[in-house]
């Protein structure tokens, strides 16, 4: 992609990324503590892309769940398009952990393109009609990465088994929720730009863009959620 093709591409897309921001209560607004007896949780949009997807894999670590999601019949060795919600204890910043991810991928990336879109309030829904809906803080961050050197990240992560293609695209979504925060990643990784890829086709990004604003996070009776 030569660099007026990129200019023009990333200027599309901060207009995509920022569109429909108006609708936001407030902007850095700090969250509503609910009710000790609701927990909240990752709602994502069913069949992202129009395909079936299938969950990858389910961690959990100190402080930290990292559920994976790939378009089914693709593996963690090679998948086009993967989907990633980590569930961080409240006290972890989800912001300074993808502002880590995009200062590692500065470092090994040819070219980085970012695209931010400041913090605005958003409520969630509820899984019952007179349960108090969400009321959380979410930010979106857009990367585009060319030509990265797989070695070297491989030696930063300690991990043979990271992949990656010449081209890495990965939309953040940030949510810092009452009880948890929560990052929300949609990622695609190819050969080259394309007309059925997030890179090549406005419509494909357009997609990406309703998938990841319908992104909400969903209150529930804490006693259902541990029954889990």
């Not at 395909?51 to 959990?60: E, I, K, M, P, V």
């Not at 930010?139 to 930063?156: E, G, I, N, R, W």
């Not at 890495?168 to 080259?192: C, D, L, P």
């Amino acid at each position: 992609m030569s660099q007026i093709a990129r200019r023009r591409w990333l200027g599309f897309m901060a207009l995509v990324l920022v569109a429909g921001t108006a609708s936001s209560l407030s902007r850095g607004a700090s969250v509503i503590s609910p009710d000790p007896d609701y927990w909240d949780t990752v709602s994502l949009p069913k069949n992202a892309g129009g395909t079936l997807w299938q969950q990858l894999s389910d961690t959990t670590i100190p402080g930290e769940r990292v559920e994976e999601y790939v378009p089914f019949g693709e593996t963690a060795a090679d998948w086009s398009q993967i989907i990633t919600v980590k569930t961080l204890t409240i006290s972890r910043n989800p912001r300074a952990i993808v502002d880590g991810t995009v200062s590692l991928m500065r470092d090994i990336c040819d070219h980085l393109s970012v695209v931010n879109v400041a913090s605005k309030q958003q409520v969630g829904k509820s899984s019952e009609t007179f349960m108090p809906l969400p009321v959380y803080d979410e930010s979106d961050v857009f990367t585009v990465c060319s030509h990265p050197d797989l070695p070297k990240m491989q030696a930063k992560l300690a991990n043979s088994k990271v992949t990656l293609k010449p081209y890495e695209v990965t939309w953040y979504k940030i949510m810092k929720g009452s009880n948890a925060n929560f990052i929300v990643q949609r990622a695609w990784h190819g050969n080259a730009p394309g007309p059925f890829n997030v890179l090549g086709s406005p419509t494909v990004l357009a997609e990406w863009k309703s998938w990841v604003m319908h992104v909400t996070l969903l209150r529930q009776r804490a006693s259902y959620i541990k029954a889990q």
